[in-house]
């Protein structure tokens, strides 16, 4: 009688696995460092990170059960045991997936009020430079922009962000899209 193909022996390791399983008590598992190694870099370096580097991910999102064995989906950042968030719909654990890195980030946008202009109107500012004119009463648009501008630099982010707007959403994004693409210039 030949060895079932559900045996342990002729599996071969799944790619999705962050680590091979190991034995209960042995440090190796929680990470590819020694135990050793991260003591002394700990007392070399014994301070938090920043909050940019604490959310940087990558994230992933997993499917759990609360308390009170509701499914819920979890925001786990890779290499770290414990989730960072529990929701109720998988879309709104993407959403938190994509947010997360955008957290603690410095805004790269702001509105600053010209007081040669008498109207409510602010320059849109990228640091020291002037990138635009904006009507002053969108207060908000600056940190908008700024998330956004965060989001199209991380891939991942902007994927987990996909995932949680849906395919309904996301069909009807392709044929805006397709449509945007067939014009000469950007409609204003």
Known sequence: MSPSDDSPSK????????????????????????????????????????PAAANAGPWRVVRSDSASGDPTWSCVAVGEASPRAHLVTPDLAFLAAAAFPLTGEEPRFFLAEDPDIEAPVCDLLDGDSSVGVVDGWTAELAGRMSTLDALRRRPLALAHFLLAVGDETLRRVGRILLELAEEDEPTV
């Open 11 to 50: 599996k071969s390791p799944d790619p999705a696995d962050p680590a091979p399983s190991r034995r209960p008590g042995d440090e190796s598992a929680a990470n590819a460092f020694s135990a050793a190694f991260l003591d002394r870099l700990r007392r070399h370096h014994d301070h938090p990170p920043t």
